[in-house]
């Protein structure tokens, strides 16, 4: 294989490339594998989403996160926010959902950092804020989607 073209678009700091073989073909895109991955992920828990009003507004969280990427972390803390609201507390969330302490923490470290200019509080930077790098962004959302899927467990 002959690799002829490379389309790179960088968006909010963040790297998306494609990489097609001579006759056109694409042989990786990292950004549509990325979107693959998480419309399985809704699609796999859609059907309990008619159970769980809960549910529903942790995917609608996850989505608007998805599509809204200046917003992103202001999004993804809305599911650790509707959990503990939901299960009235964080202590009581993480036991409810079998969370260690800093499982349940993962996502508050990112999202509440002052410094990252899609973060909750980024207006609390001393300096001018920073793009968040894809490894912040790659842990609050597993860590998003750690919280949506123990929830779904609960949800028969």
């Known amino acids: 294989m002959f690799v002829v073209?490379?389309?790179?678009?960088?968006?909010?700091g963040r790297v998306d490339f494609r990489i097609t073989d001579a006759g056109g073909n694409i042989v990786e895109d990292t950004k549509g594998a990325r979107l693959e991955l998480?419309?399985?992920f809704v699609n796999r828990l859609a059907p309990k989403t008619s159970r769980s009003h809960v549910l529903r507004k942790l995917l609608?969280?996850?989505?608007?996160?998805?599509?809204d990427q200046a917003n992103e972390l202001v999004h993804l803390f809305e599911i650790r926010d509707a959990l503990q609201a939901h299960f009235k507390g964080a202590q009581?969330?993480?036991?409810a959902?079998?969370?260690?302490?800093?499982?349940?923490e993962v996502l508050g470290r990112v999202a509440n950092d002052g410094d990252l200019v899609e973060g909750r509080h980024r207006g609390l930077a001393l300096g001018?804020?920073?793009q968040a790098t894809e490894a912040e962004l790659a842990r609050a959302r597993a860590s998003a989607l750690l919280l949506i899927d123990r929830?779904?467990?609960t949800v028969v």
């Open 38 to 40: 998480q419309r399985d």
């Open 5 to 12: 073209g490379v389309e790179a678009k960088v968006s909010l």
């Open 151 to 153: 929830f779904a467990e």
């Open 97 to 104: 959902l079998r969370l260690s302490k800093s499982e349940w």
């Open 92 to 95: 009581r969330a993480q036991q």
């Open 60 to 67: 609608a969280s996850y989505v608007a996160a998805v599509r």
């Open 128 to 130: 001018s804020p920073r």
